[in-house]
């Protein structure tokens, strides 16, 4: 093959044929010399590139045929010695002559790509860079090890919106040249966006295999097996070292009043990924189920991290279905005294999905606890109950008060969202019920996240007229301080206590300590599952008051439950 570059007068940049050109007549010795110059990294690519040039030619092009200009970037030094980047525009087309022409223009871009590569404001790489670093690792040696961890300021908005966003820059550029001081030289470390950071950590950037190429498939996979648990330990343990090194030196040096803590999410590659989006997103996985554990929490991919997520993220999309299309229903499990009257029942939420299935409630509701879609279903369900109490009414029926479940997140008022007290009200007053009609009931858990806050949300219900229970007691903490400072009229004995009864010596020491304290506390109680006359018999010689289970009744139907009202005495 001849070739030659032609010069173009109308080009911002033209380059002259290279001298070896006209001397060969080829562009052989131009393009190795070219090569030489060139990054190590940025070689293997550029070969391709003028490869598939090649191809062109061999594969035949007719006359007057002019191909698409391509393109491709590389970095070679500069007259100071400095690497800087440049890209390279060609085509390639047969003139009438019959010589294959290819012309081009090669234009230094340094500070496009720059611009393009780096983060402004931590001055290191950014995901652009990470992604194509990444890519040729895995081009380079498909076999290599080595772990990508994601970092993430936990509450960092909140930093921006306390403190503004200067403070919040700061914050960046601490992690960034706190973690700088701290990474060997051989790693990688980039600002993805806003407050995430990626560590790149592998043990040959330039991607030589490592073992011996006359081992076997099975040591190959035993060492492989064993290199991705060691680089799994190694990873934590950075992390928590780094951690720890981050809220130190940033409470040491910064003058905000905070907490500085991090979340981190990692992924060990050994083989089998292909692309380095793929290892990327594995990372943003796991650091996406250590933001949903907490503050400071860490997390190692696994693909059943994936799924778990995956589920969940269904699981928003059609609890938003269900909200839209009220998929819900209310059952109601009556609450009797001592002497078997009808004294309340507890509204209990069901979701039957399209295929018949019903769904369980300790599945969905904790997710839905945390997207906050807990706010819209906790709306239906008070809203469901007020009006079935008035539809009882209406029917000449005494109906007993009904059993809410309260959540968490009802607790925590925003300003989009009103407080819980006025809630309830506004719900009871479209209605025509009045609030003695309704008791609350809120697990120890729930109240643990803000102590203050939730007191004063109950105490305002309880001041408006609603009843409130303890739900689950005994399987949370602090229960007899909650009990002192709530204003409870209720203690729920959890389940679990009275499953094992009377056969249980623990069981009954447990619940005979419950009874005990709210005895002294004056509190009525209630034990919940109970399902045999056994338990029944214990639960009454003990003193327990009120009693919910199988053996009175399983959830019922609003009409079940109506006739229940109609046969059962209720107390006065």
């Keep these: 093959m001849r070739a030659y570059n032609r010069t173009n007068p109308d080009a ?5 044929t290279a001298p070896e050109v006209w001397a060969t007549g080829s562009a052989q010795a131009y393009l190795s010399d070219l090569l030489s110059q060139l990054h190590s990294e940025d070689q293997p690519e550029m070969i391709s590139y003028i490869q598939a040039h090649l191809k062109k030619c061999h594969q035949g092009i007719g006359l007057n045929e002019i191909q698409r200009f391509t393109s491709n970037r590389f970095r070679a030094r500069n007259a100071q010695g400095n690497w800087g980047w ?5 085509r390639i087309y047969r003139h009438e002559s019959g010589l294959v022409i290819t012309e081009g223009v090669m234009t230094e871009i340094t500070e496009v790509m720059e611009l393009l590569l780096k983060d402004s404001l931590t001055q290191l790489p950014n995901r652009l860079a990470t992604e194509q670093r990444l890519q040729l690792i895995l081009d380079r040696n498909p076999q290599a090890n080595l772990v990508v961890i994601n970092l993430d300021v936990d509450r960092f908005q909140s930093i921006n919106d306390m403190f503004g966003q200067v403070s919040g820059d700061a914050v960046l550029q601490h992690v960034a040249n706190t973690l700088q001081r701290q990474l060997p030289s051989s790693a990688w470390l980039a600002r993805l966006e806003a407050d995430e950071f990626l560590l790149m950590l592998h043990p040959d950037p330039t991607g030589a295999a490592s073992g011996s190429t006359t081992a076997t498939d ?15 330990s190694q990873a934590e343990a950075a992390v928590l070292h ?24 990692a992924a060990v590659y ?15 996985t796991a650091l996406m189920e250590a933001k949903r554990r907490g503050p400071a929490s860490y997390c190692l991919y696994s693909s059943g991290i994936s799924e778990a997520i995956e589920q969940r993220l269904l699981m928003e999309k059609n609890l938003d279905l269900a909200i839209e299309r009220k998929d819900f229903e209310l059952l109601y499990q009556p609450q009797m005294d001592r002497n078997g009257r009808l004294i309340a029942a507890e509204a209990l939420l069901r979701w039957s999905l399209p295929d018949g299935r019903v769904m369980d409630p300790d599945f969905f509701i904790p997710i839905a606890e945390q997207t906050g879609q807990i706010l819209a279903v906790s709306q239906w369900v008070l809203e469901t109950a007020c009006a079935q109490l008035r539809h009882w009414q209406q029917q000449g029926l005494q109906p007993p008060k009904l059993a809410l479940n309260l959540s968490a997140v009802q607790l925590e008022p925003t300003a989009e969202e009103p407080a819980l007290v006025n809630v309830l009200l506004e719900a009871c007053r479209r209605h025509g019920i009045t609030p003695d009609q309704l008791d609350l009931e809120i697990t120890e858990t729930a109240v643990l996240h803000d102590k203050e806050l939730a007191l004063q949300q109950l105490n305002a219900v309880v001041s408006a007229g609603f009843g409130l229970a303890i739900d689950d007691f005994g399987t949370g903490y602090s229960c007899l301080q909650t009990l002192q400072r709530f204003p409870v009229h209720f203690v729920k004995i959890d389940k679990s206590f009275v499953q094992q009864l009377p056969d249980s010596t623990m069981d009954r020491q447990l619940v005979e300590s419950v009874l005990m304290i709210a005895r002294q506390l004056q509190l009525q109680t209630v034990a919940e599952g109970v399902e045999t006359e056994a338990q029944w018999q214990l639960l009454q010689e003990l003193g327990c008051d009120n009693f919910q289970g199988y053996l009175f009744a399983k959830p019922l139907t609003s009409n079940a439950m109506a006739e229940l009202m109609k046969a059962a005495p209720t107390q006065s």
């Design 218 to 232: 099975h040591a190959k996979a035993q060492r492989a097996a064993h290199s991705e648990t060691d680089l799994a």
């Design 242 to 265: 780094w951690q720890e090194m981050l809220m130190h030196t940033f409470a040491k040096r910064s003058e905000l009043p905070l907490r500085l803590t991090v979340s981190a999410g």
């Design 86 to 90: 440049h890209e390279v525009r060609s």
């Design 270 to 284: 050994s083989g089998g990924v292909t692309y380095a989006k793929q290892l990327l997103q594995q990372a943003n």
């Design 12 to 16: 911002c940049f033209t380059h002259f």
